[in-house]
Structure formats: C-alpha cells, structure tokens
C-alpha cells in the first residue's frame, strides 16, 4: 500500500516539472520568433508580456491553492473536533496495529487519558489497559475479514474500570487488501450497573443482602437436582425468628431490619462457604447444608441457634433472640423441592406450636399435622359468616362473699368437620392468619351485649374479655373497644381486658401507651395466666393492670407443693400491695378453693364452680347458684 502512494506521489512531482518547463520555455520561443520576425523591441515585448501573464496566472493558481489548504485544513480540524467530541471510544489503526488515531476517549479508556498515542502500536498496551480479548478473539475474526462485535471490559479506565460494547470493522482498499481496523466503543457501564441492580432485586432481599424466596427456591431445585446426579444429600434448615413481629413494632422497622440484617451476618459465618443462606421473606430464613444429615446437621442446627441467641446489640440495646426452627433431609424426607421446603415449613411450625425457641427434625406426622393446620385456617375464614362461632362463658366466684361477680367469656367454634377445634387449637392460627381482628371484633361485641343483659339482674357484674397481642397491633385494640362500648352501652368498668405476659414482651413504648390509653376509658385489665411467663410482680407496676390471674397450673399445684403455695402466697400478698386484685384459675376441688381464700386471694374461677357454658345455661346456674348461697 505504501509503494503505491509513493508511485503516485512520484507521478504528481512530474507532473508538476513539466508544467514548470513549459511555463519557462513558452515566453522564450515565443520571443524568438518574435525577434526574428520583428525585431529586438518585439521580441523582448513579447517575452515580457508572456511572462507577466505568466506570473498573474502562477500568483492566481498559487492562492487557489492556499484557499484550497486552508479549507482543507479547516475541514480536518472539524472533522478532529468531531471524532474528540464522540461519546464513544475510537480507534483507527493500520493491520499491523499502528495506531493512526485513536481520540482522548480512547485514550482515557485504557487509563492513558491526555496522552497522544498516534504512531505507538496497540500492542505496547496489552498489558497496560488494552483487554487481552482485543488481540485474541478479536484479531482472528477481524484477520478473517469480519467484523467483531462484543462486550469488553477495560479495566484501567476511571474511576474502576468500564464495561463496553465493542465493535472492530476491518477497513479494505480499493484492491482489496486488508489496510486498517476501525474500532468503536461504547461505555455500557450504567446499563449493566442498572441490568445488575434489577438482577438484584429481583434475585435478593433488600434488607439482608441474601437472595431472596423466589431464587432460594431456584437454588433449592438445583440442588435437589445436583443431589440426584451425585447420589448425595443435603439438609435443609428452616428458621423462624420468634416474636419478630412483636419486636418489629415495638421498636420500628428500621431497628427490625437491623435486627434481620445481624442475623443474616451471623448465619452466613456459621455455616460452610458453600451452603447457601437466604431469606424467605421477613423474618423467615432457609439454611441448605450440603452433604450433611443426621447428626452433622442437627450439630449445624445447634450452632445456627447459638448463633441467634447470642444478644443483638439495635441502636444500643441488647436484645435476646431466639427462634423456631424446621429440618428435613433430601433425598430422605423428600423428592422434590417444594416439598422438601414445605416439609421444613411445618416441621419449624411444629417448634413453633411447642412455644418457640427450639427446632424439630421433620417427620411424616408434622405433615399431618400441617395439612390439618391448613384445612382449620380455611375454614376458619368462613367460620362467623356461617355462624360457627359462639361464646361460653365462665363464672367469677367473690371467695369473701362466694357472690357471682362477673365471667369470662371463651371462644367456642362449632366445626364438625374439624370436630370443634379448641381455642387453643385455632386462636394461634387466627393471630397468625390476622383473623383473629375481626374474630375479636366479634366477641368483644357479643360479650358486650350479654353483660348488659347480666347487669340487669346483677349490677356488679364484669364481663372478662381474652385479648391476643396482635389485635394491640397498630391499635386495633382502641378501635373495636369503643365500638362494643358504643354498640351496647355497657359502662367501660364493666369491661375487663385480659392479656398475656406475651404481650409485655419487648417492654414497647406502643403496647404500654396503648394499655394506659384503655385504662384511661376506664376499662379493667387484668393479667392472665401469671406465672407462666417471664414478668416479676415488680416489672408489672410500670403498667396499669387492676387484675391477676394466678394460672391454673399453681393452683392445680397447690395440694402437693408447698413451694407452690408459697408461690401462690407471695404472689397474692404482692399483688395486693400494688394495689392488684388477684383471680385464682382452674379451681377444680374445695381445698384449692379454701387454699386461695386462706392465702386471701379475691376471686376464683373454675370446673368447681362450672366449665364455661352457653349464655342460656349461666343464666340458669347463676339463678341456681344465688338461690344456693341463700340457702
Ligand atoms: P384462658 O384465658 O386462661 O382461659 C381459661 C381456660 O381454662 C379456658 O380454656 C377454660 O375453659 C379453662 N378452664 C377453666 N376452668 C378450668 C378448670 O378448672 N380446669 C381446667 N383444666 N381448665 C379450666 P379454653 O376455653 O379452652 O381457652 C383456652 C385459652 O384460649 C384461653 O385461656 C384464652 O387464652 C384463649 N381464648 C379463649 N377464648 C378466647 C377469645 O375469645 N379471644 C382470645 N384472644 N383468646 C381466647
Ligand atoms: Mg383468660
Ligand atoms: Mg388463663
């Protein structure tokens, strides 16, 4: 290629002398024959004048071609201007890699940014920011005569390195000899952060940085699938935090992601690099332990609660955790990927009805036992509108005076399909599911109405109402209170609130505001089942209770234990002096009965007296009781 321009330029230079001869020559033998036919003045005239033409015809050529490079001189430097100014890289050079031109984009790309780089050869800059792809892959289709299209990563460009969309066009002359390469790039890099963001969010949770439901499932399936090919096998761990929900509310969603986010940290650390670890969601996590069954498993398990329990530090406190936790093994407890998570799903359930804190390894009966939980949790959707619910209620015996004072009212469910489920059965299954608000609507309504029956034959009477920690979730509980009040028109002292220690749990600024915002309707409250939790009679004076109950347990203890006799002593004598009343539950025989009244606790309630009955039937023991009393 280079000979031929040579050629040419050799062929313009001759040109040009041969327009000089005959501009030297011309004037001459004109004016010779001039002079030989007119004389000397004529010839020298003529020699003159020709010459002066010419000159004025060499000065005009001479600025046309001054125009003319200006011009071109001009369209060049725009061209350059354009080539500069291009959003995207280029590079011109020769077959062999010369670089002809390659414009500050280029240039910055391979980390050589203000550098000119014309006359150096790619080559030089292989190891320096050029992608090896560039020689390699690049250079065989591009020598093939094709053009080379792809994706390049320059890892020397600012500030860390650009992913490119590259194309490499190779340039032929007119005889068709492969002559240049033109290379243009495009920087890609925010589409692919973008492409890369998407992926994430639709593959990870935003929280704990752990992939997600839907691509743990993926996972779990490649795994099933790999197990297969391997004949191996792997565990599968599934982990519900306790009472997450209560803590997220009670401390806000900020500090509950934390809380999820330190958890995730803790998990990752305590099992192989090569088990995977996600998040199904909340406060729900999936362990798959790869080749482990068994007691290498259940040791995993042992670790992973060790992991949880170790205290979280949220915004400068320390909370304790636990969790319940479900595990099953493939090939062993299932074929397939779903089944083998929903397997671990109800085994971490079964932990979870078994009070939390603790893990159970799958087995066929926990399905049952799931199925069974499903099928209530459908029919307890439907269970008011067809008119399956009722209440029962217990009566509160005064133990000074032996007067009825009030009763408890209890959630019965007629359901012969599922041979009436007992509340303990299906109020967890209600809170979960977030049926037990309208459910609680409900009994708070009813109960409403039959106390303002009941006073009218009784004017002490309280009507004792179960209330669950989830209908205090967003204050719910405010709400459904003032429209029983409302709807039936019993005065608010009539109302006794009975909670759980479960709802003190987390000691939350929430549930204690909402507690007091009751207390301030002049509402009663009263704490059930006490004893059973964690609460000390003197971590209770912060809240504004009026009523114990003294769970069923104690007082069934009583007879043969002295240190629950004691227990029941000291929690009474306590109570009172903060200005509590105190129930005794589960009063089944007349000693426990006399017990509770010698230790001077206020009320009992019990199988002694009566279970709990339908609204018709109290009406008739109450009427039965009274007329015994008298007698
Ligand atoms: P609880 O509030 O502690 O209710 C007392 C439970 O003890 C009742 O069981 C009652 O039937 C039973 N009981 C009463 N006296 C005796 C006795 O002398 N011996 C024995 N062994 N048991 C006795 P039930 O009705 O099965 O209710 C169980 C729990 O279900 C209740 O415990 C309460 O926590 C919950 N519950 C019942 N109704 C409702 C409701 O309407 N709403 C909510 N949120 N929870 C409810
Ligand atoms: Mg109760
Ligand atoms: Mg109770």
């Keep these: 290629f280079n000979n031929k321009r040579a050629s040419v330029r050799i062929r313009e230079s001759i040109m040009r002398s041969r327009q000089w001869l005959l501009i030297l020559l011309t004037p001459l033998l004109v004016g010779v024959i001039a002079y030989s036919q007119l004389g000397v003045l004529y010839g020298l005239a003529a020699i003159a004048a020709i010459y002066l033409l010419a000159c004025i015809y060499l000065i005009s050529r001479w600025s046309e071609a001054k125009d003319t490079g200006t011009a071109y001189k001009r369209y060049l430097d725009q061209l350059l201007f354009g080539l500069e100014s291009s959003p995207q890289s280029i590079l011109f050079t020769t077959a062999e890699g010369n670089i002809a031109y390659a414009n500050g984009n280029f240039c910055e790309l391979i980390g050589l940014g203000g550098n000119d780089l014309t006359g150096k050869n790619l080559r030089d800059y292989r190891d320096i920011g050029v992608p090896d792809t560039l020689f390699d892959d690049v250079g065989e289709t591009i020598a093939k005569g094709e053009e ?38 495009d920087d890609i890099s925010d589409e692919k952060v973008f492409t890369q963001r998407l992926y994430m969010n639709a593959h990870y949770d935003a929280v704990t940085g752990l992939p997600n439901r839907s691509h743990s499932i993926e996972k779990l399936e490649q795994a099933t699938l790999a197990a297969k090919s391997r004949e191996s096998f792997f565990s599968l761990v599934y982990i519900n935090l306790d009472r997450f929900k209560l803590l997220n509310d009670s401390l806000g969603h900020n500090e509950g992601d934390q809380v999820l986010n330190q958890i995730a940290g803790r998990l990752r650390n305590t099992v192989h690099s090569n088990d995977l670890v996600s998040n199904l969601g909340g406060d729900k996590f999936m362990v798959l332990l790869q080749n482990q069954r068994d007691e290498d498993a259940v040791r995993s398990v042992v670790a992973i609660r060790k992991a949880i329990a170790e205290p979280v530090d949220v915004s400068g406190q320390e909370l304790s955790l636990s969790a319940s936790i479900g595990l099953t093994t493939f090939p062993d407890d299932a074929k397939n990927a779903p089944d083998l998570l929903r397997n671990a799903e109800s085994a971490m359930y079964h932990a979870r009805e078994q009070g939390g804190d603790g893990f159970y390894r799958y087995r066929h009966e926990v399905d049952n036992r799931a199925a069974s939980r499903l099928a209530m949790e459908s029919h307890l959707r439907y269970a008011i509108d067809r008119d399956e619910l009722h209440l029962a209620y217990q009566p509160v015996i005064s133990l000074e005076q032996n007067e009825l004072v009030g009763a408890e009212a209890l959630l019965r469910w007629r359901n012969r399909e599922l041979d009436n489920p007992t509340p303990d059965m299906f109020i967890p299954i209600a809170e979960e599911t977030g049926l037990i608000l309208p459910i609680g609507d409900w009994v708070l309504e009813q109960a409403c109405l039959q106390a303002v029956e009941w006073r009218r034959l009784n004017p002490n009477f309280v009507m004792a109402v179960n209330i669950c920690a989830k209908q ?160």
């Design 148 to 185: 080379w299209h792809g994706e390049l990563f320059f890892e020397k460009a600012p500030p860390s390195g650009k992913h490119t969309l590259t194309t490499c066009r190779p340039i032929f002359n007119e005889d068709n000899e492969f002559v240049f390469v033109l290379t243009l790039i």
């Design 472 to 631: 205090f979730e967003k204050g719910h509980i405010l709400n459904a209170v003032e429209h029983a009040l409302s709807v039936s028109g019993l005065p608010p002292h009539c109302l006794e609130l009975e909670v759980t220690e479960r709802l003190l749990m987390g000691n939350d600024s929430l549930t204690k505001n909402l507690l007091y915002r009751l207390k301030d309707m002049n509402v009663r409250l009263a704490l059930d089942d006490f004893g059973t939790g964690y609460a000390s009679l003197s971590y209770l004076k912060q809240y504004p209770f009026d009523l114990l109950k003294i769970d069923r347990s104690f007082i069934a203890d009583c007879q043969e234990s002295e240190q629950s006799r004691q227990l029941v002593l000291a929690i009474v004598s306590m109570a009172h002096s903060l200005g509590m009343k105190v129930i005794g539950e589960g009063v089944e025989r007349l000693e426990q009965r006399r017990l509770l009244k010698d230790v001077e606790c206020d009320m009992a309630q019990g199988y002694l007296f009566t279970p709990a009955i339908t609204a018709d039937r109290f009406t008739s023991w109450a009427d039965q009781y009274q007329q015994l009393q008298i007698n």
